[in-house]
């Protein structure tokens, strides 16, 4: 997915911005850059690969290397960035944060409006955020071309721009499917995806921008550049996954959302009179332990932490690119307790279960390590479609979607017309596809939570979510 950060200050913003990019690494594991601009050098950048080593491991000289009062910071999960870009409306630094998912149908329209070209990346690619720069310079201001790329651009597109003196702006996507936070504090503003980034380097919460708002940011203050507009499709995912514990999108706290799922999902499982007979309940991988804290809380069955992730030198089990090379480093960091394992009746919630490979993985862990039962529930519906607003997932194909493949085995290409049917317990296709399910993943028993269940617990309107991945409905 990606986030960024950015200071417009009195003071040298490098040292700061390098500590609030960093808070974003969560949100990404391939790609991250920054930029900073001082009058006496002008605009700098340095960009770095972070697939094998952290951020701050590859940015650490960076305050030898840069220097400026402003400067912006993104971690990305594809395309290098931020880039310089001289045009005729100025030369600045841009960073993006989505997907453009028509980029080759705008990449040839500009080549053929424009008779420009675009450096090519390996494969005849182009780096999105290179396209994104050439639609904004197809207008004579910045806020016209940047709406004028949003109203082109299909997907979502939050956009970072450090001009050449010293200001920033910042837009958020049209429909406000990622947020972006203002900070403040004496020395100046901040921009950032997570807003707890600038509350720990002594900024204070000034606004969250609305859906297609644009701002100016400068030491001095916050202009709004336009207005935002009433349309808003958050990402419901970021409450289920993405969104790092302390986060807090539209008033509502990640962490005390996810508390309030498990609450759900284990108020369902008594209801229906299932998984009475746990030893202990536990999360998997680390943004499904909430999830389970709450769940636990309702149902009086203990938390424990069955099995610890050795995490000092693989962070993130998804790091490598290669699946295969991910599973098994997912493996490698199980580190059993055995006496939470041998003979117990275990119930562990996912934060969401897309592929199943890796939780095929764990599922046969824990019984080689001695466990009775192992039952799974996910923290939110059945994934029935590729995202195509958000880069959330590697999968090459909506058939790497586990309970869409399953729905096809099922009854073929006339399946997939009947996914509400599918995503329901209670139908008899809602359960077929969960015991075909346990049978793939050895489960002794599966639910996944409801879509009124997970919009329930993050108590936003639904007309303002977007569930796309579960609902296919925009």
């Known amino acids: 997915m990606g986030g960024f950060f950015g200071i417009a200050g009195k003071r040298d913003a490098v040292s700061d911005v390098f500590f609030g990019t960093d808070?974003?690494?969560?949100?990404?594991?391939?790609?991250?850059?920054?930029?900073?601009?001082?009058?006496?050098?002008?605009?700098?950048?340095?960009?770095?690969?972070?697939?094998?080593?952290?951020?701050?491991?590859?940015?650490?000289?960076?305050?030898?290397?840069?220097?400026?009062?402003?400067?912006?910071?993104?971690?990305?999960?594809?395309?290098?960035?931020?880039?310089?870009?001289?045009?005729?409306?100025?030369t600045y630094a841009i960073a993006m944060i989505g997907i453009i998912t028509n980029q080759d149908d705008l990449t040839r329209r500009y080549l053929q409006l424009t008779g420009g070209h675009f450096d090519a990346m390996t494969g005849g690619g182009v780096n999105s955020t290179e396209l994104l720069a050439g639609l904004i310079n197809q207008r004579p201001t910045f806020v016209e071309g940047i709406k004028?790329?949003?109203?082109?651009?299909?997907?979502?597109?939050?956009?970072?721009?450090?001009?050449?003196?010293?200001?920033?702006?910042?837009a958020r996507d049209k429909v406000g499917r990622l947020?972006?936070?203002?900070?403040?504090?004496?020395?100046?503003?901040?921009?950032?995806?997570?807003?707890?980034?600038?509350?720990?380097?002594?900024?204070?919460?000034?606004?969250?921008?609305?859906?297609?708002e644009i701002v100016k940011?400068?030491?001095?203050?916050?202009?709004?550049?336009?207005?935002?507009?009433?349309?808003?499709?958050?990402?419901?995912?970021?409450w289920s996954y993405y969104g790092y514990p302390t986060s807090t999108y539209e008033g509502v706290n990640v962490e005390m959302m996810r508390y309030r799922n498990g609450r759900i999902m284990a108020q369902h499982d008594r209801e229906a009179g299932i998984a009475n007979d746990i030893d202990y309940v536990g999360g998997v991988p680390d943004s499904g332990t909430p999830h389970a804290i709450g769940y636990a809380n309702e149902s009086g069955v203990p938390f424990a932490r069955?099995?610890?992730?050795?995490?000092?030198?693989?962070?993130?089990?998804?790091?490598?690119t290669d699946q295969r090379e991910r599973n098994r480093v997912a493996k490698m960091k199980q580190i059993p307790v055995h006496e939470l394992i041998q003979?117990?009746?275990?119930?562990?919630?996912?934060?969401?279960?897309?592929?199943?490979?890796?939780?095929?993985?764990?599922?046969?862990?824990?019984?080689?390590h001695g466990a009775e039962a192992v039952h799974m529930r996910s923290a939110c519906p059945p994934l029935m479609f590729g995202c195509k607003y958000l880069n959330f997932s590697r999968?090459?194909?909506?058939?790497?979607?586990?309970?869409?493949?399953?729905?096809?085995?099922?009854?073929?290409?006339?399946?997939?017309?009947?996914?509400?049917?599918?995503?329901?317990?209670?139908?008899d296709r809602g359960k077929k596809l969960r015991q075909l399910i346990c049978r793939e993943l050895h489960l002794a028993s599966l639910e996944f939570q409801s879509l009124e269940g997970i919009t329930e617990a993050i108590g936003i309107e639904p007309c303002k979510l977007c569930t796309y991945c579960w609902s296919g409905k925009e």
């Open 23 to 90: 808070y974003h690494s969560h949100l990404g594991t391939r790609r991250a850059g920054m930029a900073a601009y001082d009058p006496e050098f002008g605009l700098q950048r340095d960009i770095h690969n972070i697939e094998n080593s952290p951020f701050r491991t590859k940015f650490e000289r960076i305050t030898d290397e840069m220097r400026g009062r402003s400067a912006i910071g993104v971690i990305s999960d594809y395309d290098p960035q931020p880039l310089l870009i001289r045009s005729k409306i100025g």
């Open 395 to 427: 999968s090459r194909s909506e058939m790497e979607l586990i309970a869409r493949r399953v729905i096809v085995e099922l009854e073929g290409e006339e399946g997939l017309s009947h996914m509400d049917e599918y995503s329901d317990s209670s139908t």
């Open 148 to 170: 004028f790329a949003q109203d082109r651009i299909e997907g979502t597109a939050s956009i970072l721009i450090l001009c050449d003196d010293g200001s920033i702006i910042a």
């Open 306 to 320: 069955a099995f610890i992730k050795y995490t000092p030198t693989w962070s993130r089990s998804f790091t490598p």
């Open 343 to 368: 003979g117990k009746k275990l119930l562990f919630v996912d934060d969401s279960i897309v592929r199943g490979t890796q939780l095929r993985e764990t599922v046969e862990f824990l019984y080689d």
């Open 217 to 238: 940011i400068t030491a001095d203050g916050i202009e709004q550049l336009s207005p935002p507009g009433e349309k808003m499709r958050i990402c419901a995912f970021l």
């Open 179 to 212: 947020p972006i936070f203002v900070g403040r504090s004496e020395d100046g503003y901040a921009i950032s995806f997570e807003s707890f980034a600038y509350q720990k380097l002594g900024f204070e919460d000034e606004r969250e921008l609305g859906p297609g």
